[in-house]
């Protein structure tokens, strides 16, 4: 699995979203889909290139987040033609997150859900975290610092986008900040006397669920 594609299978995982896609863009016009975390996401991510319109483009143009939380909204009327397309794949809601280093853009990450609402404040600051690692990842794919799936930086970005995702399922399971989840997390790595990463690993596969 490619390193774009963890990271929107993370992503889904910790933002209780039903999918998400990673969107590589040039102020040129070069546009297209690098990577999603299944079907219908890909194909709502590519619509919006096929429309012209979406939050992923408005993302880009305007240098920042575009929230969509309810796109049944009859009040917003900002994509005519990609909201009934969007919703007609099931998706009720759309999070778009510029990948950006200064003035230098990169593209939009897209987070989905199949059901209305905002996402919350924590919520939020692990979606900006997602996105900063996956400006990385892009970073390092052209300078030609990432060449295959096996090598250290594969690894090392794995293992970031899993302790996120970990931090993600703590902070909803405890009702707590995602600053206090990582502290959790930390916590329990250092009582137990284990690595931070395989505690998270097993936050994420569901074999470990740390207590109030």
């Not at 059901?115 to 400006?135: C, D, K």
Request: glycine share 10%.
């Amino acid at each position: 699995m490619g390193l774009l594609r963890r990271i929107c299978f993370a992503a889904v995982e910790a933002l209780s979203a039903s999918g998400s896609g990673i969107s590589v863009m040039t102020a040129d016009g070069t546009r297209g889909v690098s990577a999603t975390s299944d079907p219908v996401s890909e194909h709502v991510e590519e619509l919006q290139f096929i429309l012209g319109e979406g939050p992923c483009i408005d993302a880009f143009a305007a240098r920042r987040p575009v929230l969509a939380a309810d796109l049944s909204d009859a009040g917003d009327h900002r994509w005519p033609v990609y909201t009934p397309a969007a919703q007609d794949a099931g998706v009720r809601a759309v999070f778009a997150f510029p990948l950006q280093v200064g003035a230098a853009r990169l593209g939009v990450m897209d987070v989905f859900r199949d059901r209305t609402g905002p996402m919350s404040g924590p919520e939020l600051q692990l979606a900006f975290a997602f996105a900063e690692l996956t400006v990385k990842v892009l970073l390092d794919l052209q300078q030609g610092e990432v060449a295959a799936d096996d090598g250290a930086t594969v690894l090392d970005v794995g293992r970031r986008a899993e302790l996120f995702q970990a931090q993600g399922m703590v902070m909803m399971q405890l009702g707590v900040s995602i600053g206090e989840a990582l502290v959790r997390i930390r916590a329990y790595a250092f009582a137990e006397n284990r690595r931070l990463e395989d505690v998270a690993h097993d936050i994420v596969q569901r074999r470990l669920r740390l207590d109030g």
